[in-house]
């Protein structure tokens, strides 16, 4: 079992930086593989970056250059660091922790946090 719980979120102006944080408790946190997911009114919930284990990292297309996603294994915390936002990032942003072990997949998602970008 593991609990996530986000925190970061907020009100930026178009251009600003926000980082987000997941700390994680209950379980190894190196062994998963965490992402950062988020939601717009209306749509649906789409991948926005993850890092694995091994600390490789994949990016949503929309956000390739300027967000970063990291993990502190000490601190059992994953990070996403955001620049040059747009109105379009505005969403909840949801982590997510996800490990495969004897074949059957494991995961658990944060309450997820708000981001809004506006002027």
């Known amino acids: 079992q593991v609990q996530l719980v986000e925190s970061g979120g907020g009100l930026v102006q178009p251009g600003g930086s926000l980082r987000l944080s997941c700390a994680a408790s209950?379980?190894?946190?190196?062994?998963?593989?965490m992402g950062w997911y988020r939601q717009a009114p209306g749509k649906q919930r789409e991948l926005v970056a993850i890092i694995t284990s091994g600390s490789s990292t994949n990016y949503a297309d929309s956000v390739k250059g300027r967000f970063t996603i990291s993990r502190d294994n000490a601190k059992n915390t994953v990070y996403l660091q955001m620049h040059s936002l747009k109105p379009e990032d505005t969403a909840v942003y949801y982590c997510?922790?996800?490990?495969?072990?004897?074949?059957?997949?494991?995961?658990?998602w944060g309450q997820g946090t708000q981001v809004t970008v506006s002027s």
């Open positions: 209950g379980s190894i946190f190196s062994r998963y593989t």
């Open positions: 997510k922790a996800e490990r495969v072990y004897n074949g059957i997949i494991y995961y658990y």
